[in-house]
Every structure is written in structure tokens, then in C-alpha cells.
């Protein structure tokens, strides 16, 4: 699967080091890995190995937190602009607690290696509220929009419809035969299209060059 706009690394430089995260709009994600030292002193390497993942899940999460406020929305701005609002912080910070853990690689002195998301749609429903659902299957579960896509943000309506959305360059796979529609225009934060398709629990799958 293509991504609209290659992966956009998010490189900070902080009292640790290099600190990395990654924005993956085709997957839906924002990365970021840690690792988490194993303590010498410890009498195995057993012994050394759980807190050394909890490190290393502080350190991926830290990464997370500092890279979430460059995101770009599609109103303008970053997300860094809406963080002064104290609930959309708190959002924020529930999000990077529950990252998921996408790889974990134990070493053998004890030491992890581990990988963590927070996926965009959380970030989205972070600003916007908790993702309404159709009370009925009359919506398609995906949908392809093709045309002139605007470059991704976070934040879009498609057609109206506050939803989640991926950002891809070519369909994939288990995308094929989803309806399709084109885009027409995107101003104000939408994204319009040239037919209604649709619903609040679609996934919008939008196709850029």
C-alpha cells in the first residue's frame, strides 16, 4: 500500500537523544519505539526484563507525546494549537496511555525493544468527540475517494461526514471493489464530492497522486 505523502518522519532532539516518531497516513498511525535498558544489578536478566519494558514503553510514549502536537489539521494549524483546550489535552494524553504496542523484541541481556502507536482516528475523535455509528448497515464500510485530494490532515468531513479516513497513493487490496466517488473540492476543512456516499462509521480510503 502507497502512502498520499511518503510517511512524514517527526525528528525532536531532546536531553536523550535522537527522538523519533513517525506519521504513517496509510496505516492510520503515529509510531514511535523505545528501549528500555536492562539493569545490570539485577540478579537474571528474567528478573530485569519486565521493568526494562516498561521503560521502554515510557520512552516510545514520550516520543509520541512530544511528536502528536506537529500534526497538521485540516482547519489549519497543528494539533499544538488546540492543546490550550483542557479537554482535548486530556484526550491527547489518554490516547498516548493507551498506545498500542505494534512490535516488541525482548534482547537477550533483558533489555526491550518495543514499538508503539496512537492511531490518528484517535487523535481525530480527540478534537471532534467520541465517532458516531449508523444505526444501520445502509452505509458502505469503506469508500474510495479519487480525484484531487488535498494533502493529509487530521480533522477532514468527507462529503460531509466527520469519519475516519486513510491516506494512500494506490487502492489497496482489501479496499478493491468498495464504492468510489471523486473529490471536487476541499476548503474549510472539507472535502467535497462529486456524489453522496457514505456514513459516520465509514472508512474513507482517499487516493492521492
Same mark, same amino acid.
Do not use: C
Given at each position: 500500500?502507497?502512502?498520499?505523502h ?10 536523550m ?11 492510520g498511525?503515529?509510531?514511535?519505539n523505545?528501549?528500555g535498558?536492562a539493569d545490570r544489578?539485577a ?10 519494558r516498561?521503560a ?8 509520541l507525546t512530544a511528536?502528536?502536537?506537529s500534526?497538521p489539521?485540516?482547519s489549519g ?8 483546550d ?9 490516547a498516548?496511555?493507551s ?7 525482548p534482547?537477550t541481556d533483558?533489555s526491550?525493544k518495543v514499538v ?5 482516528e484517535?487523535?481525530r475523535? =480527540?478534537?471532534?468527540?467520541p #465517532?458516531?455509528? %449508523? /444505526?444501520?448497515?445502509v452505509d458502505? @464500510? &469503506?469508500v474510495?475517494v479519487e480525484?484531487n485530494?488535498?494533502?493529509?490532515a487530521?480533522g477532514?468531513?468527507?462529503g460531509?461526514v466527520?469519519a475516519a479516513?486513510?491516506?494512500v497513493t494506490?487502492?489497496?487490496k482489501w =479496499?478493491k471493489?468498495a464504492p #468510489?466517488?471523486k %473529490? /471536487?473540492?476541499?476548503?474549510?476543512? @472539507? &472535502?467535497e464530492?462529486d ?5 459516520p462509521s ?7 497522486r
Amino acid at each position: 500500500m502507497g502512502v498520499a505523502h511518503a510517511a512524514a518522519a517527526v525528528v525532536l532532539l531532546g536531553s536523550m537523544g535522537l527522538a523519533r516518531a513517525e506519521v504513517d497516513w496509510a496505516r492510520g498511525l503515529v509510531t514511535a519505539n523505545g528501549l528500555g535498558i536492562a539493569d545490570r544489578h539485577a540478579p537474571t536478566p528474567a528478573s530485569a526484563r519486565e521493568p526494562a519494558r516498561r521503560a521502554a514503553e515510557e520512552a516510545a510514549r514520550a516520543k509520541l507525546t512530544a511528536a502528536l502536537p506537529s500534526l497538521p489539521l485540516a482547519s489549519g494549524g497543528t494539533l499544538q494549537t488546540r492543546l490550550a483546550d483542557p479537554n482535548v489535552k486530556a484526550r491527547i494524553e489518554r490516547a498516548v496511555a493507551s498506545a498500542i504496542t505494534v512490535d516488541s523484541i525482548p534482547q537477550t541481556d533483558g533489555s526491550w525493544k518495543v514499538v508503539l502507536a496512537v492511531p490518528i482516528e484517535a487523535v481525530r475523535q =480527540a478534537l471532534a468527540g467520541p #465517532r458516531a455509528f %449508523a /444505526t444501520s448497515d445502509v452505509d458502505p @464500510a &469503506i469508500v474510495i475517494v479519487e480525484g484531487n485530494p488535498p494533502a493529509p490532515a487530521v480533522g477532514y468531513t468527507v462529503g460531509g461526514v466527520a469519519a475516519a479516513a486513510v491516506w494512500v497513493t494506490e487502492i489497496p487490496k482489501w =479496499a478493491k471493489g468498495a464504492p #468510489r466517488v471523486k %473529490a /471536487t473540492a476541499a476548503r474549510s476543512g @472539507a &472535502i467535497e464530492l462529486d456524489a453522496k456516499q457514505g456514513g459516520p462509521s465509514t472508512l474513507f480510503v482517499i487516493v492521492g497522486r
